[in-house]
T-cell receptor, first 114, second 113 residues
Framework: DVKVTQSSRYLVKRTGEKVFLECVQD?????MFWYRQDPGLGLRLIYF???????EKGDIPEGYSVSREKKERFSLILESASTNQTSMYLC?????????????FGPGTRLTVL | AQSVTQPDIHITVSEGASLELRCNYS??????LFWYVQSPGQGLQLLLK??????LVQGIKGFEAEFKRSQSSFNLRKPSVHWSDAAEYFC???????????FGAGTQVVVTP
C-alpha cells in the first residue's frame, strides 16, 4: 500500500513566522504535489515536483516555496506566514506523470495562522 | 482551460436511499476523470477513475460513475447509502503529462437515519 505521511495534523503559528510542512511518500513516486483546500474552492495546486530539486508553480504559488532534496520528501515552506494562509494543506504523490496514474494523498495538515 | 463543476454543494440523503452526485467538466481533449472521497479528518481516497472504454465505471465501496461525453458529465451513484458514506466528494479531471488534477469544489454528503 502506498503511504503518504505529513509531519503534522494540526499546526498553529503566528503571523510572520516561517513554517515548514513536510511530506514523505514510501513508494518511490516520481511526482509530488502540494494542494491547499478551502471550503467552496476544492483543492488548488500550489506547487508540484517532477524530480529531485525540480519544481513547477501551480495555480496559487504566491507566498509559498518548496524543496525537494530527496525523492521521497517534499516540503512546503511559508516564508512569512499570514492569516490568509490559514487552511488545510494536502500533499499527494503519483508514480509517474501518466494521466492514467492515481494520485495518493496524505491525511492533511490543518494550519492556523494567528 | 479545463474546469470542473460540482453543482451541489451539500446533499442530505436518508440511509438506505440512493445517491447521485453531479459532475460536469470542460476540457478540449479526451478527459481522464476521477472521483475522490474525503472522510472527516482524512485525506482523499480514490473511489474510481475513467480513461476509456466502458462508460460505466465501478469503484470501491459500492460506487459507480457514468461518463457521458455528449453532456460532459461524470456523475457518481450509489444505490443504497450507508451512514459511513457521509463525507465530502470531489470530482477531478487529469489534463497534462505531469499528472496534475483540476478539482471541483466538492459536494458534502450528510446521511440521516
Amino acid at each position: 500500500d502506498v503511504k503518504v505521511t505529513q509531519s503534522s495534523r494540526y499546526l498553529v503559528k503566528r503571523t510572520g513566522e516561517k513554517v515548514f510542512l513536510e511530506c514523505v511518500q514510501d513508494m518511490d513516486h516520481e511526482n509530488m504535489f502540494w494542494y491547499r483546500q478551502d471550503p467552496g474552492l476544492g483543492l488548488r495546486l500550489i506547487y508540484f515536483s517532477y524530480d529531485v530539486k525540480m519544481k513547477e508553480k501551480g495555480d496559487i504559488p504566491e507566498g509559498y516555496s518548496v524543496s525537494r532534496e530527496k525523492k521521497e520528501r517534499f516540503s512546503l515552506i511559508l516564508e512569512s506566514a499570514s492569516t490568509n494562509q490559514t487552511s488545510m494543506y494536502l500533499c499527494a504523490s503519483i508514480m509517474t506523470g501518466m494521466r492514467t496514474d492515481t494520485q495518493y494523498f496524505g491525511p492533511g495538515t490543518r494550519l492556523t495562522v494567528l | 482551460a479545463q474546469s470542473v463543476t460540482q453543482p451541489d454543494i451539500h446533499i442530505t440523503v436518508s440511509e438506505g436511499a440512493s445517491l447521485e452526485l453531479r459532475c460536469n467538466y470542460s476540457y478540449g481533449a479526451t478527459p481522464y476523470l476521477f472521483w475522490y472521497v474525503q472522510s472527516p479528518g482524512q485525506g482523499l481516497q480514490l473511489l474510481l477513475k475513467y480513461f476509456s472504454g466502458d462508460t460505466l465505471v465501478q469503484g470501491i465501496k459500492g460506487f459507480e460513475a457514468e461518463f457521458k461525453r455528449s453532456q460532459s458529465s461524470f456523475n457518481l451513484r450509489k444505490p443504497s447509502v450507508h451512514w459511513s458514506d457521509a463525507a465530502e466528494y470531489f470530482c477531478a479531471v487529469g489534463f497534462d503529462s505531469w499528472g496534475k488534477l483540476q478539482f471541483g469544489a466538492g459536494t458534502q454528503v450528510v446521511v440521516t437515519p
